[in-house]
């Protein structure tokens, strides 16, 4: 079989282990055990939901609108049954751009925000506002 030439390190070896011990084998056979051996294991949904926010990787994209980062934190989290509020609020601020973050730390008053949906929408005005700004510093043509 070609495969063997294919693979390198770990794979390497464990291939020319794994045919050593076999007088003979099919490729499904060979392709089942390779996957078994190195294929990532299968998480359910909300594990890795979970694990992806826990990796403090998951935030807006450049140029992203509250809407669209809204609408793929929720499509990210719905997996996760057992999300409370607080942590729903959390991960969605910690998540929001630079340039938002900090304002949307707190409401208006200086208060955490108590509901997830206050915050988007708090969310929303301070993006307005801040591409107002954006729009008002441009030199006009």
């Not at 076999?22 to 089942?32: G, H, K, S």
């Not at 939901?49 to 403090?56: F, I, P, S, V």
């Amino acid at each position: 079989l070609f495969v063997g030439n294919t693979l390198e390190g770990m794979a390497k070896t464990w291939y020319d282990q794994w045919t050593t011990a076999r007088e003979n084998f099919t490729y499904d056979e060979l392709t089942a055990a390779l996957l078994a051996r190195f294929a990532p294991e299968v998480q359910p949904r909300d594990v890795e939901a979970r694990h992806t926010l826990a990796l403090g990787t998951y935030r807006m994209r450049p140029n992203e609108t509250i809407p669209s980062y809204q609408s793929r934190f929720e499509a990210l989290v719905t997996p996760i049954a057992d999300l409370s509020e607080g942590d729903r609020i959390f991960w969605f601020q910690r998540g929001l751009s630079e340039s938002l973050a900090g304002e949307c730390a707190t409401d208006l008053m200086g208060r955490k925000f108590q509901s997830y949906g206050d915050l988007v929408q708090f969310a929303r005005g301070a993006e307005m506002r801040f591409l107002a700004k954006q729009g008002a510093l441009r030199p006009v043509p």
